[in-house]
């Protein structure tokens, strides 16, 4: 089971890195999703996968069963999914408005704050 | 239905029941100060004559709360308060260590003089749009980072305090600050994506996330795992945090656009949070890992510094200019991290308190040049020193306190960093310190030659633009003056007396070496490292 994870998350990474090498900003943004499930996915297998044991402490124990999955990780998933989802919701106004101001959705002219032809600063007077 | 027990539980095994001593509620009042009056100021956003008022009285307040614990920790060593009253690591832990309460200290007066110059800076529909909310929601996500001692937590305030940055860096939503809060977004957002992948394998490691509890734990785990990569990871987020080379093109991108104010906060803050992650991170936990990769982190030192030297020499913006200026501070950071000595992290503890001041204050500096002339091009600036002599005397005291020239305060970080750089035999390290300081010098002394000694330029000598070409002596505004006198007086200050702020610093560093102190005042019965 970790194993066939380890190759899905493995293809999550590849296919968000593919997309975030691209200069349209929608396919960066798809990618950041794809790189934050990715990222989720990966927390949730480090904290074992496991469902034959449920997470119930079993009498004249003070802890789980060493075999059962741990709870803690799925908790940091879920404060990571919340952050990179309002996260998610902010880029894809931002992108939408860059693209209404600059009338591009390729970041390779997008160059209003950073002009190509900007001169050098005077040598002397 | 759980049938009611008869056995009395032993809560101690599990909790904390002594409730905190008074005085430990310090180390989570800053952070809670600042998300109340955050949230206040979300309540009010339309009462926008209330905003500056509710926030001057709020960052006054933070200024009180991290002196009187910077004091504490002083006297009493390293205080914890544990969320929850779990016992730690269950809890989440707030840690305060000198380290984290200086950087606090700094951080919010920094805020508080930014905010007084943001008086004149930001208007009415800035402040409508939530200047100052958004102001003391990334002053939470800083302090919070500062003074938590949970590394989970850490990343939570580093979103905190991105996201309240991108309501800051597209205020007045013009199409350049989108398109630099565009890419400072997406960037800064991998990087804190890698930083949780590194927190995942932490985990998945030791099992913790408690700083504290890892640091014990380290020593007896590091033969069979692999820190190292682990180590890497971790550099690589914070160094893209921090705008390390050569992953660092979000700076310059990004921080010229907004309203000078926010690069001021930005460029005094946020990149110093990475710095401190990263020293925290590589030197109190894994102290040997970083040694492995030291070489790695010193070529990146270099090349940040000498490209960042370069990249200012460059500009015609006097704002991208100083973001230059920012990143190669953010260099010999990252040496005194390669070199990785208590002395050289202490060089590098005193560089980050200094450049918060300093580069804060020589952003502002910046704004007040706009504001007299109406231009942030060298090309067309000029005759700043007829306008305005006390603001050209303040300007060249910011700029020798930014090249690191004697008698201001950059001058102490750069020779303690000499000095260890030297006593490792890192020549090249100290060599590249010295370069880039003169490249420094260089071109801030061509923005005062251009900017303030050149006469005034106006196309047309008939029809000049008359404020230019008066030469007339500029009228004082205390909203910008105020800040800028206050934040030239406090680098003069430790120019002249070094003396607590290299105690200080040097103490922070001796902390991280030996994290004894730190480890106990999380887990008072066990000691042991």
């Not at chain 1, 990618?31 to 009498?59: E, K, M």
């Not at chain 2, 100052?132 to 937590?153: C, E, K, P, Q, W």
């Not at chain 2, 200019?321 to 920012?326: L, P």
């Not at chain 2, 000499?418 to 006593?423: E, F, H, P, Q, T």
Request: charged residues 10%; contains cysteine; proline residues 6%.
């Amino acid at each position: 089971m970790e194993t066939l994870f380890v190759i899905l998350i493995g293809l999550f990474f590849a296919a968000a890195i593919y997309l975030m090498l691209s200069k349209f900003t929608i396919r960066i943004l798809l990618g950041i999703v794809l790189l934050g499930n990715g990222v989720n996915l990966l927390l949730f297998t480090a904290g074992r996968l496991t469902r034959q044991i449920p997470p119930i402490i079993p009498a004249g124990s003070d802890t789980l069963s060493i075999a059962a999955a741990n709870p803690l990780p799925q908790a940091l998933i879920l404060t990571a999914i919340v952050i990179s989802f309002s996260f998610f919701a902010f880029l894809l106004v931002l992108a939408y408005r860059a693209f209404e101001e600059l009338g591009t959705d390729s970041t390779d002219e997008m160059r209003l704050a950073e002009p190509r032809d900007e001169p050098l600063p005077p040598t002397g007077y | 239905m759980a049938a009611p027990t008869s056995t009395p539980v032993d809560l101690s095994t599990a909790m904390i029941l002594a409730p905190p001593a008074l005085g430990d509620w310090l180390v989570i009042l800053p952070v809670a100060l600042m998300i109340a009056t955050g949230g206040l100021l979300m309540m009010i956003r339309k009462s926008v004559r209330l905003h500056a008022v509710i926030g001057l009285s709020a960052l006054a307040l933070l200024i009180v709360l991290d002196a009187a614990l910077l004091w504490r920790v002083w006297q009493n060593g390293p205080i914890t308060m544990t969320m929850g009253r779990w016992l730690p690591p269950f809890g989440i832990s707030f840690t305060a260590d000198i380290f984290g309460a200086s950087m606090a200290l700094a951080s919010a007066i920094v805020a508080l003089l930014a905010s007084i110059f943001a008086l004149k800076d930001i208007s009415t529909t800035g402040l409508r749009h939530g200047f100052v909310a958004f102001l003391m929601l990334m002053m939470a996500g800083v302090s919070g980072a500062f003074l938590t001692g949970d590394i989970f937590n850490l990343y939570v305030w580093f979103e905190v305090l991105l996201i309240s940055s991108f309501g800051l860096l597209i205020l007045g939503s013009e199409p350049r600050q989108i398109e630099g809060a565009l890419k400072y977004a997406i960037l800064n957002l991998i990087a804190t994506t890698l930083f949780l992948i590194s927190v995942g394998y932490l985990y998945a490691i030791f099992g913790t996330l408690n700083m504290a509890d890892i640091a014990r734990k380290e020593a007896a785990i590091r033969e069979g795992a692999p820190l190292v990569t682990l180590t890497a990871l971790f550099v690589l987020a914070f160094g893209m945090k921090a705008a390390a080379f050569p992953v660092n093109f979000w700076l310059p991108a990004s921080y010229h656009t907004p309203r000078i104010t926010v690069s001021a906060l930005f460029g005094g803050l946020l990149t110093k949070v990475g710095i401190y992650a990263l020293i925290k991170v590589t030197v109190m936990l894994f102290p040997v890992e970083r040694e492995a990769i030291s070489l790695a982190i010193a070529v990146s030192a270099v090349l940040t510094m000498i490209l960042g030297a370069l990249g200012a020499l460059a500009q015609n913006d006097l704002r991208r200019m100083i973001g230059y200026v920012v990143i190669v501070g953010i260099g010999n950071m990252l040496a005194g991290v390669a070199v990785g000595t208590p002395v050289a992290v202490g060089g590098a503890i005193l560089y980050a308190l200094h450049s918060i001041v300093a580069m804060t204050a020589l952003y502002l500096m910046a704004g007040e040049v706009f504001r007299l002339s109406g231009s942030w091009q060298l090309s067309t600036l000029g005759g700043l020193w007829a306008r305005s002599p006390w603001f050209a005397g303040v300007s060249f005291a910011l700029m020798l306190a930014a090249s690191g020239l004697p008698p201001l305060s950059g001058l102490w970080p750069k020779v303690v960093l000499l000095k260890a750089s030297l006593d490792i035999g890192a020549w090249w390290l100290a060599t590249a310190i010295l370069v880039s300081a003169f490249i420094v010098t260089i071109a801030l002394a061509r923005v005062f030659l251009l900017a303030y000694w050149r006469p005034a330029i106006t196309d047309d000598p008939m029809t000049g633009d008359p404020m230019a070409s008066a030469g007339a002596v500029a009228a004082a505004d205390w909203r910008t003056a105020a800040p800028l006198c206050l934040l030239t007086a406090l680098v003069l200050f430790f120019g002249l007396f070094p003396e607590p702020l290299l105690q200080a610093s040097q103490m922070a560093a001796d902390g991280l070496a030996d994290p004894r102190a730190y480890i106990r005042s999380v887990f008072p019965e066990a000691a042991t490292p």
